[in-house]
C-alpha cells in the first residue's frame, strides 16, 4: 500500500488545518487508517485510527480537537485539524494497518506558531 500525505504548512495558534492522505488500495480492504506524528527528539505518537467499520479511536491530547474521516469513493482518510496550538508542531503520517502489515506515508509538515 502506497500513501501519500497532504495538507501541512505554517498556520497560527487557534487555527485549523486539514490533512489528507490518499491510498493506492481501496481502504474498504485496509483494517485500519491513523495519523502519527513526530515531533524533534520525540518518538512517534498516534493521534487518531479509523477502523474498517468506522469506529474511530483518538489520543487524549487531540480528543475533541481532531476529526479522522476517510472517502471510500476516492480511497482517501482525513485529519481535520482545529484549534491548534504551538505543541502540535510536528510531522504528520499516515498509516494503513492490513492485520498483515503496516504502510507509511512520507509525511507532511505542521507548523503552528504561537
Known amino acids: 500500500v502506497q500513501l501519500q500525505a497532504s495538507g501541512g504548512g505554517l498556520v497560527l495558534a487557534g487555527g485549523s488545518l486539514n490533512l489528507s492522505c490518499t491510498t493506492s488500495r481501496n481502504i474498504a480492504s485496509i483494517n485500519a487508517l491513523g495519523w502519527y506524528r513526530q515531533a524533534p527528539g520525540k518518538q512517534r505518537e498516534l493521534l487518531a485510527r479509523i477502523m474498517r467499520g468506522g469506529r474511530t479511536v483518538y489520543a487524549d491530547s487531540v480528543r475533541g480537537r481532531f476529526t479522522v474521516s476517510r472517502d471510500g469513493s476516492k480511497n482517501m482518510v482525513f485529519l481535520q485539524m482545529n484549534s491548534l496550538k504551538p505543541e502540535d508542531t510536528a510531522v504528520y503520517y499516515c498509516?494503513?494497518?492490513?492485520?498483515?502489515?503496516?504502510?507509511w506515508g512520507q509525511g507532511t509538515l505542521v507548523t503552528v506558531s504561537s
Open positions: 498509516n494503513a494497518d492490513t492485520i498483515l502489515d503496516i504502510y
